[in-house]
């Protein structure tokens, strides 16, 4: 990446002058030095994503330029040069926690490409900590949103059970957040840096079902023209969440319970035995025991994945939770759609408490993103929000009973939304203006018109 910073120190100027022009045709900013004393000083004042050193130097070598900067930052990458003969030094300085060497003499190609490698290393490295740390940040049981007495009990048990490899069973209403809960248990547990796989056992058919859990062999069935690692053998040491667990099939409950008992299985089509180690996250909308006594579902499965009981409560029986929730989708979608809304209208605020959430947190997400969108001012209101959650509260004119002529029908129809955006608005003109799409004086106008400057209820 063209503006890299990278270090030479070699105490010839002629391979000095050789490695910076090379590496500042590539776009990298070089910066040449003759000793590990000014290397040290420079490091100790500046920063490099490179240092690239020399082992045979004069007064201090390369090999204990390279203990001193571990000692300084050990995040620091270099890469040493060595001479041909002594590739022993090279092997020490890789000990040391060099990245990586380069014999002299070398091609510009050799050292071009040596380069873009270490650095690409650097960046990957720092995506790498950059995703976990996100993964971290987001999957803290803290960060589940929600304050309500339900939701903390929920968080404690999630937080007992993660540190352990007993399999859980998260049940709840569709939209409640069981994925969200399972990725949670999962980020936070010893498995963090391994797999977390998702299979929903109601998207596949019956035969499609065992080959996504357990893989197939070529030819096993017809179209299966190459061998294919199922979910198993992916989420291996991780975590494997099945969603709709209750829509398995007899035949995959089977071979699923002879996994959680033996640590087991075969491909589909193969009579290999694959070991596993996989702790199992299930969730359903379903009320399991009763499907266990309906015959549908197996009971020594259902003991096997029910060792830990995790049931989301509906969102209309923590309705304290919907203003944070809102709150907290808000800020997500302003950021994404760059818009600038301040709040949430408290009459808009008062239907999203006030309804009934069929779809959960996952409808609430949804309203809210069509709000933002829908929304031209700086603040949600009702007429914002989908028809059903708004209800009462979206604004409704009627026809004056005594009739009149067009312009007078017209002038009523706008007297009464200017009432009816006010009230909403608290009375706000600018705000109110905003939402109408006028001018302020516009609206001072209007209201002077119909004598509402004096009645601002």
Known sequence: ????????VDDEAGMQRLLSRVLLREGYETTPVG??????????????????????????NGLELLREIKEFDPSLLIMVMTAYGTVESAVEALRNGAYDYLTKPFETDEIRLAVAKALEHKRLLAENRHLHQELDERYQFSGIVGNSPLMADIYEMAASVAISNASVLISGESGTGKELVARSIHYNSQRKDKPFIVLNCAVFSEGVLESELFGHEKGAFTGAVAQKKGRFELANQGTLFIDEVAEMTPSAQVKLLRVLQEQEFERVGGDRTIKTDVRIVAATNKDLSEQVKKGAFREDLYY?????????????????????????????YIKETGKKIGQIAPKALASLVGYDWPGNVRELQNAIERAVVLCRGDVITPRELPRDVAGDSEICLSLPQQGGNLTEILEDLERQLIIQTLRQQGASQTKAADILGIARTTLRYKMEKYGLLDRQD
């Open 1 to 8: 990446m063209a503006g890299e910073k990278i270090l030479i």
């Open 35 to 60: 000793s590990a004393k000014e290397a040290l000083e420079l490091i100790s004042v500046d920063s490099f994503d490179l240092i690239l050193t020399d082992i045979q130097m004069p007064e201090k």
């Open 304 to 332: 096997r994945l029910n060792v830990i009981h995790i049931e989301l409560p509906p969102l209309r029986d923590r309705r304290e939770d919907v203003e944070p929730l809102a709150n907290y989708f808000l800020a997500k």
